[in-house]
Each structure stands twice: as structure tokens, then as C-alpha cells.
């Protein structure tokens, strides 16, 4: 059976270098963020699914989005789909504070929960319209994306910060490119490509129409 560290291995071969972020992968048990009856999976670098149609991400992509905010301890992050709180748990051991915004409540509640079992203090998990951020605690210095749209949802660029970075899947949901982008004095700039991906779709008033 595959360990924890044979997945920050996988991480590593798979172009990871942040070595805050690589300690931090050692830190954060990803069986203790994955349905229990799939923990014998959780350090295979492959998605796992979630209620709702939904997945987790596979842990290789998440580290190269969250590699690419450049977090220095000192921020506070907006995270869009929260998913069983992997990802959440990882952007809080790297920065100040995290937000994050989910859709189904049932989700979010575990998360809460997974992040609570394991000491996580700094994030908070909201139930909604993740298209719409949080306006009520922003700016933010960095936002992660986990789902896919073809254009950043304004309200995510707005909240934003000058200098900020915000890193999103760009593309119709099933085919991606996940792109690094950083807000400047008249807006977002596309900075580079990260990798390719396959992501579900972003719903909610500023993206896909909700199928609900």
C-alpha cells in the first residue's frame, strides 16, 4: 500500500519544487480528506470522487496550483470549491488566512470537519455562490479556482488585490488549461500556462448556469 511520502514523491515527479509546500505535503494526511471507505487510495496521485458528481483533485495538479501563488505565510486566500478540505488545508499551512466558498452544504460540512480533526484554524469554510468570492473579506492576495470556466468571473478579479495572483482552470469543464494569472493597475494579466487538466465545471451566476 502507497504512503504519504510516496505521494510527495509522485508530487515531486511531477514538477513540484516548493519546498514549503513540499513539507507542508508531508504534514497533511490526505486519507484524513478523502471518503473514508477510499482512504486505501488517498496517496495514489489520482482524483477521488466526492459526492454530488464531484472529484477531488488530483493531489500532483492541486500542489502545482497552489506552487503557483507563490505563498509566502503572510496572505489571505480565497479558495473557490472546497471540496473534503485537502486543498484548503494545504493553502492555510502557507499562508494567513483562508477563505473558501463551496456549493453543497453536506461537503462543506465535512470539510469543516476534516480541517477541525486536524488543528486548521486559519481557514473558513462558506456555503455558495463561490462566482460571486466574498466580497465581505476581501481584498485577497491570492485565489485558487477548482473548477472550470472559460473566463475569470468578475467578482474574482475585482476582489482581488494589485499584485494579487489567481490561478483557474480556463476552458468549458473536461479539457483545460490551468492558467496563472496576476491583477495589475488595469486588470488581470495572463502570466503563463501550468499544466493541462481535466476539471468539472465552475457553476453559479458568473459562470456556467447552475443545473439545479
Known amino acids: ?81 472546497t471540496g473534503y478540505g485537502f486543498q484548503t488545508a494545504l493553502l492555510a499551512h502557507l499562508s494567513n488566512i483562508v477563505w473558501s466558498v463551496e456549493r453543497f452544504p453536506d461537503v462543506a460540512e465535512t470539510a469543516r470537519n476534516n480541517l477541525q480533526l486536524h488543528g486548521v484554524a486559519n481557514a473558513e469554510v462558506v456555503v455558495g455562490d463561490g462566482t460571486k468570492g466574498l466580497p465581505e473579506h476581501a481584498p485577497y492576495d491570492a485565489t485558487l479556482i477548482s473548477a472550470a470556466f472559460p473566463r475569470v468571473p468578475p467578482p474574482l478579479a475585482e476582489q482581488l488585490t494589485v499584485g494579487g495572483r489567481l490561478v483557474q482552470p480556463v476552458g468549458p469543464g473536461g479539457e483545460e488549461e490551468v492558467i496563472l494569472f496576476e491583477k495589475g493597475p488595469r486588470g488581470l494579466v495572463r502570466r503563463r500556462n501550468i499544466t493541462g487538466a481535466h476539471f468539472v465545471r465552475l457553476y453559479g451566476t458568473h459562470a456556467f448556469p447552475d443545473p439545479a
Do not use: C, W
Open 1 to 81: 500500500m502507497r504512503n504519504q511520502e510516496d505521494l510527495v514523491q509522485a508530487i515531486v515527479a511531477a514538477g513540484v519544487r516548493d519546498p514549503r509546500l513540499l513539507s507542508t505535503l508531508r504534514e497533511v494526511p490526505r486519507a484524513s480528506f478523502v471518503p473514508p471507505d477510499l482512504a486505501d487510495h488517498a496517496y495514489l496521485d489520482r482524483p477521488l470522487p466526492i459526492p454530488h458528481g464531484q472529484v477531488t483533485t488530483q493531489p500532483s495538479l492541486s500542489a502545482k496550483m497552489v506552487e503557483a501563488l507563490g505563498l509566502t505565510g503572510s496572505e489571505r486566500v480565497l479558495e473557490v470549491g
